[in-house]
């Protein structure tokens, strides 16, 4: 018996090595070439993380700050069939962000030693192995691009912007 699309579609999303690669990214662009480490809130970089995962809502992120130019986000981006939920799917103290971060230690990607309640983390040699073997991958080179723009108009922005940002995100997507 052969799958619908939609099936095949939650089949995807349940597994984890495209989140794996995608929170990869984000942590490569957030440590940067000359660094060995980022420091960060683990909640912070939940919701980095949720932005680059769900384009549609990096685009109304960057439009409310003006910045929508740094990035191209594509129509099947945009038009994702979870766009509509993602009201219910933001949750960045879900357990499954947790779990990835312990995944990406376990496939030795990463090292992350916990201070309070900042992650210092620190890709591997096979981390940064991997990073470039998706570097150059045409599949991936929007997401990298996407993560630059996250670090370069979003990461920096305190924790009481960024909770505003994402509150005017969701509702913005909600209401569209």
């Known amino acids: 018996m052969s799958m619908s699309l939609i ?7 349940e597994r984890d090595e495209l989140h794996v690669i995608r929170i990869l990214i984000l942590l490569h662009t957030l440590i940067g070439k000359k660094q060995d480490k980022t420091t960060i809130e683990l909640t912070r970089l939940a919701k980095l993380d949720f932005l680059l995962r769900y384009p549609s809502a990096l685009e109304k992120a960057l ?9 191209n986000i594509t129509e099947a981006e945009k038009n994702n069939i979870e766009t509509n939920m993602l009201a219910f799917r933001y949750s960045p103290w879900s357990g499954d962000f947790r779990r990835l971060l312990v995944v990406l230690s ?71």
């Open 106 to 176: 376990a496939k030795c990607l990463i090292t992350w030693q916990r201070r309070e309640k900042y992650l210092d983390i620190c890709l591997t040699e096979n981390g940064n192995e991997l990073f470039l073997k998706l570097n150059i991958i045409t599949e991936f080179s929007s997401m990298i691009k996407q993560s630059k723009a996250l670090k370069t108009n979003i990461a920096s922005l305190s924790t009481l912007k960024i909770d505003n940002l994402m509150s005017e995100v969701l509702t913005e997507l909600t209401l569209s």
């Open 7 to 13: 099936e095949k579609v939650i089949s995807l999303d």
């Open 63 to 71: 439009t409310i700050l003006n910045k929508i130019k740094e990035v």
